[in-house]
């Protein structure tokens, strides 16, 4: 049995973005996005996507991505939690 291998491509990100709560102070977070060049990988044309077209598409989402967590655990603590008082 043959196993496929296919590349993958990751982009790691770091961006320091103001806390949510809006105390001034700054959050820093990353992640990484990764896409794999496969036959199934398509562009809007449905040709496979190119490794350097993956980049170029990574690079511009980088750009986009903002952290969902993007308050500072001093705050996070003082936040009302949403639950009902008791
Ligand atoms: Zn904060």
């Not at 820093?28 to 598409?57: C, F, M």
């Amino acid at each position: 049995m043959t196993t496929y291998r296919f590349k993958e491509i990751t982009l790691p990100v770091t961006k320091t973005v103001p806390c949510r709560a809006g105390c001034g102070k700054k959050v820093r977070r990353s992640t990484t996005l990764s896409q794999t060049v496969n036959p199934w990988n398509k562009d809007a044309d449905g040709n496979p996507k190119s490794a350097e077209q993956i980049r170029a598409e990574l690079k511009a989402e980088a750009e986009r991505w903002h952290p969902v967590n993007d308050i500072h655990p001093g705050c996070l603590d003082t936040a009302p939690t949403g639950s009902a008082a008791e």
